[in-house]
């Protein structure tokens, strides 16, 4: 048998016990290694049900919290519900992600608020990281001026030629101090946060003209 085939034969033992001799033997290599780290219960996977138990009892708390009565709940429809399960099947995923999962949901369950709640929602939280999805709050702000946050692209030009020396430069930090990003990182995100359309970026435009 070849190497690549004992990796897959005991991957198998992975998913009973990643302790297993075996199992440690096949970790020593590039493969056993991206096999032991990709099972299921590494990723604390768990099934669809367990998944579904877990979002009818918070989803339901949040209701009672926010005083919404029996009458005025429906069921969601599959567009949201579907990716909902699938992100909470995931143990790990990051508690502020699930958060806005269940705002969405909770959202279409509330026959008054439904309409406000479109399927793309969901598509949209499955693309933001941890330090994105802190932001969504600010963006909901009523005032203007919590919603901005001053951006500056620093370039060198000579000749016909532009370097970008630095992506954005911030005088703050967006995300917040305890969970600063790279300056990379931040760069991608904001970036990110334009190509999902919860931002937008106003070029020349100074944070006195609001």
């Not at 290599?29 to 990723?43: D, M, R």
């Not at 877990?54 to 599959?78: C, M, N, Y």
């Not at 909470?88 to 999962?101: A, H, K, M, V």
């Amino acid at each position: 048998m070849s190497d690549g085939g004992k990796a897959v034969a005991v991957s198998g033992l992975a998913y009973k016990d990643v302790a297993h001799p075996a199992a440690r033997e096949v970790g020593k290599t590039v493969a056993g290694a991206v096999h032991l780290l990709l099972t299921p219960i590494n990723f604390g996977i768990r099934t669809a049900q367990a998944a579904l138990d877990d979002i009818l009892e918070k989803v339901s708390h949040r209701l009672d919290q926010d005083g919404v009565p029996a009458d005025r709940i429906q069921s969601p429809p599959t567009e949201i519900i579907a990716p909902v399960i699938r992100a909470f099947q995931y143990e790990r995923q990051d508690p502020t992600i699930r958060d806005l999962y269940l705002n969405l949901l909770a959202t279409a369950m509330h026959t008054d608020q439904a309409t406000s709640a479109h399927p793309a929602f969901a598509d949209v939280i499955g693309q933001l990281s941890p330090a994105e999805a802190k932001l969504v709050p600010k963006f909901a702000s009523a005032e203007p001026r919590e919603r901005m946050f001053p951006l500056a692209r620093i370039v060198h030009t000579a000749g016909s030629r532009t370097w970008v020396l630095s992506p954005y430069s911030v005088d703050f930090n967006p995300f917040g101090d305890e969970m600063a990003p790279p300056v990379s990182l931040a760069a991608a995100s904001i970036d990110n946060l334009v190509r999902v359309g919860l931002a937008r970026i106003n070029q020349g435009q100074s944070m006195d003209d609001f």
